[in-house]
Each structure stands twice: as C-alpha cells, then as structure tokens.
C-alpha cells in the first residue's frame, strides 16, 4: 500500500463510541489466493462476535492478523481507536515497527485450536510467564492472579502439572487462564474446542460462558459449535471468500438467514450433525 | 604375554605417569566441550536472525570448519596466529581450535533441535507478548534441548578421542603422555595399549552416563 493510499486513514479513531476493534478496508493474500478482501469489522467493548464459515472463508486468518501472527496487505486494524497494524508518523500512517507491536499487542490475548501450553512448564508457571517476564509482576503477584484464574478455569488443583499430563479440556482450560492473565482487553478464540474429544467441549465452552457473563472483555471467536455460537454471541458474521457475506445476531442469522449462502452453509452444517 | 612381549613390571612404572596425563585429557575434554556447547549455541542462534548478512557469513564460517580437518585447525590456531600476532600457548590454542571445531558441529545438532520446536510455541509466545530474546531462552531453547540431547552426547566422546591431536602441538595430555614414555625407552607396546584401554574405560561409562543424563533431563522438562 502507497503512503498516498494511508493518507485516507484517521491517525486515531475518535468519537463517542470508538470500538475496541476496527479493522478498515484490511486485505490480505497469499501470492494469488485473496484470503480477506476489503474486510470493513467493528466490534463494540464488551461485545462477542462470533466468526464462522466454511474453511478457507478467511475466518481463522482475522484473528491471526489481529494477534500481529499475520501482517496484512492493505487497510489498517484499529485497537481502542488506536492503529495496531501501523503507527502515527507525521501527517500519516507508517508500518508499524516491532515496538509499537509489542506496545499494541498487550492488548489483546488469544487461545489456539491446539492450546500451544508450553510442555516444560507446569500448569501455573505456563500463567506466570507473561506477568512476569512482560508486565514486570512479582512472583508473589503472579502466583496470586495466576491462581485466581486458575481456580476460576477449575484448573487450581492441577496447577503443579506438565501440560503433558493434562487432558485436551484441561489443557486449552489452562491456555484461557494464561491469556486472561495478561488482562488484555480482547481476547480472541481460535477454534479452541475444535481439537478437543466430544466429552470436553463443555468443560471449555462453559468457561467461555461464565467470561461473558461475568466479564466485559471485547471477544472474538471462531468456531463450528453453532449451538454454542447460537447462546452466547451478541452478533454472528458468516465469512464467505474473504467477505463478510451476512452478519446479524444469533437469532437473525441462524433463525432467518437471508443471504443464499448462508442457508447453504447452515444447512450442510445440520445436516452434518 | 611372552609372545608380545608385555613387561608387567614396566606397566605399573608408567601407568601413574599416563594417569596423571589422562587427567589433563579429561580437562581439555571438558574445557573444549563447555565452549563448543555455548559457543555452538550462539553460532546455531546466529543464523536465525532476520539479517541475512550475518546468517549468511556464520552459515559459511560453519560449513569451513566442518569441511576442513580438526588437526589443521589445530596447527592453524598454534603456528599462524603468532603471525597475526596473536601468540597463544599450546593450551590456549588447542581449547580454541577444538572448541570451535565442536562448536560448529554441535551448532548443526542444535539447528536441527530449535527447528523441531512448533510454530505454535512461537504464536503463543508472542501471544502473551514475550520479547524475542525471552522466547527464545524460556520458551524455544529449553524444547531445543531434548531433541539436541542424543548428537550432543556423541559429541561429547567425539571430542574426548579427538583430544589426542592436541599432543601435536605439545599439549601434555595422555597420547603426548605415552610418545614421551615410547620416546625415553624404545617400548611402545604397554603405553599405546594403555592408552587404548584408558580411553575405552571413559568412553563407555560416559555415553551411558549421558543417556541417563538425557531421560532425567527429559522428565525435568516434562518432555517424557
């Protein structure tokens, strides 16, 4: 993108209901392969918006690009009115360097499909890593509020065990505990029941269940447990060839659908059930 | 014995004097394993940098040294260096070159160890926003390791045989040890042998000491 194109960007967003997450006119593809094309995204604090779609629709990559996993191609992503993916310089935006994205990515945590613990810490020093090392915590502190956490994911008995005597609910149980523990202001669900054995899906979504309710963290989730999209979402995006194709709440998009694509998807989804 | 002619009495005469040199050995062993696990780690490191130049010239530095013999290493460090003006003592020199000569070796197990760890350590560890140096000495390293264990542990007899080559420079371990004792009395048989025997006694004990260095490192990081 031209220094020109960036021009048309605000250096921050600024009103009275600036959302926590903006992502505006963000691109992004892979050599020829378009995966996000144009993606226009608000999400209000506090709100869970829920991503599904078939795969290969761009879902799991809007996550990734607002975990600076992925850069983007075009566009600029906003957290809390401030550029994420770029930085103010000047009159305009520039790429932002490794600093601003260290500085911007304490806002925001993220689960993965496949929990990515790390295997040579237990349970409780994999939550207190990033306070420690990163928020500059006490030991002391860090214990205490990864404790906390850890009781309130149901994990505090298990906290002196190695992720490799856990079990997938445990594991990915712990992996919340660790994120909140950053107290990032969104946080970001990939797929997190997706790896898990049937008999623990619900040890996991219940957790996420209790954050909304509980909680006024800013979520954004990815899934294909539609059921658990249906109760817990403020609003549900269908993603179809990196677009939005149909957004709406629950009851809108999975009661009434309107797009043909949307009823296409969800009717190969229940029929898959 | 008569056959070989093995003299007992001569034996026992040498064997403290041979002893006394095989201690040098185990240290030279030792000093030149701790640099090359250090300094291998830094030339492994090195050429994971975004900046392509330096990777590049480590890359190459690493593929001389590993192409070329240990003991022109050896004699490159000890006779040239003075001429560079760097004069070091046959010590110094042989640490260096058979540190460095190890170093790139293990750098090669360690390369292999740090690409077997998953992406998904790297996302998590930026995730909760760890620095890179943090990630790679909390998160990435330490999952390295275990993987590394095996090669470094064959490194680890490899660079005890390979001490030997340093009695061409006139560091005073046990085969310079037994080339004196055959040099003063014409009779090589009984300290070659020993030497042989001597080595064979360390060697074994220490790869099996290795591996259980290894399962109980593995169980300590939870790897098992």
Not at chain 1, 17 to 46: C, I, N, W
Not at chain 1, 192 to 207: K, M, Q, R
Not at chain 2, 206 to 218: C, D, I, K
Request: with cysteine; net charge positive; aromatic share 8%.
């Amino acid at each position: 993108m031209t220094t020109e194109d960036l021009l048309t960007f605000p250096l921050a967003l600024q009103g009275d209901h600036v959302p926590m997450v903006s992502f505006r006119q963000v691109s992004k593809s892979y050599g020829s392969l378009t995966v996000l094309d144009s993606l226009d995204l608000d999400v209000a604090e506090g709100e869970m918006v829920t991503i599904i779609g078939p795969s290969g629709s761009g879902k799991t990559t809007v996550l990734r690009m607002l975990m600076t996993l992925e850069t983007i191609d075009g566009g600029v992503i906003y957290i809390d009115g401030r550029p994420l993916t770029h930085m103010p310089k000047g009159i305009g935006l520039v790429a932002a360097n490794s600093r601003h994205l260290r500085k911007m990515r304490s806002n925001i945590g993220m689960c993965f499909q496949h929990f990515n613990l790390f295997p040579h810490m237990t349970a409780l020093e994999n939550c207190m890593e990033g306070p420690v090392n990163v928020l500059g915590l006490s030991k002391k502190e860090a214990r205490e509020r990864s404790e906390q956490l850890l009781a309130m994911v149901g994990m505090v008995d298990k906290r002196h065990q190695h992720p490799s005597c856990l079990s997938g609910g445990q594991q990915q149980r712990v992996a919340i505990a660790r994120a909140l523990a950053m107290r990032p202001k969104v946080m970001l669900f990939d797929e997190v029941t997706s790896a898990l054995d049937p008999e623990v899906i619900g040890e996991v979504t219940n957790v996420i269940r209790k954050l909304v309710a509980e909680h006024n963290l800013t979520m954004l989730m990815v899934t294909h447990q539609m059921g658990f999209a249906k109760d817990i979402s403020d609003r549900v995006c269908f993603f179809y060839g990196g677009r939005i194709e149909e957004q709406g709440t629950p009851e809108e998009l999975f009661g009434n659908p309107k797009r043909e694509r949307t009823q296409q998807f969800l009717r190969a989804v229940k029929e898959a059930v | 014995m008569t056959l070989l002619n093995w003299r007992w009495d001569f034996t026992w005469e040498i064997l403290p004097r041979l002893l006394l040199a095989t201690g040098k050995t185990l240290i030279a062993a030792g000093l030149g394993y701790a640099i090359a696990i250090v300094l291998g780690l830094v030339l492994a490191l090195a050429q994971r940098t975004p900046y392509r130049a330096l990777t590049m010239i480590v890359r190459e530095i690493v593929e001389f040294i590993r192409s070329t013999p240990l003991v022109l290493q050896v004699f490159f460090v000890f006779y040239v260096a003075p001429q560079f003006g760097v004069r070091l003592s046959p010590w110094m020199a042989g640490m260096i070159a058979i540190g460095l000569h190890y170093a790139s070796y293990l750098s090669e197990v360690y390369r292999g160890g740090l690409d077997s760890v998953p992406k998904g350590q790297w996302e998590a560890a930026i995730s909760l926003n760890l620095s890179t140096s943090r990630t790679y000495f909390r998160v990435i390293v330490p999952q390295a390791l275990p993987p590394s264990f095996a090669g470094m542990g064959n490194y680890l007899v490899g660079i005890f045989k390979d001490t030997p080559i340093l009695s061409v420079i006139g560091v005073a371990e046990l085969m310079h040890a037994a080339n004196s004792v055959g040099a003063e009395t014409y009779r090589f048989l009984e300290p070659y042998t020993l030497v042989g025997i001597i080595f064979l006694g360390i060697s074994l004990p220490a790869a099996g000491g290795f591996r259980v260095f290894e399962s109980w490192m593995r169980r300590k990081l939870g790897m098992s």
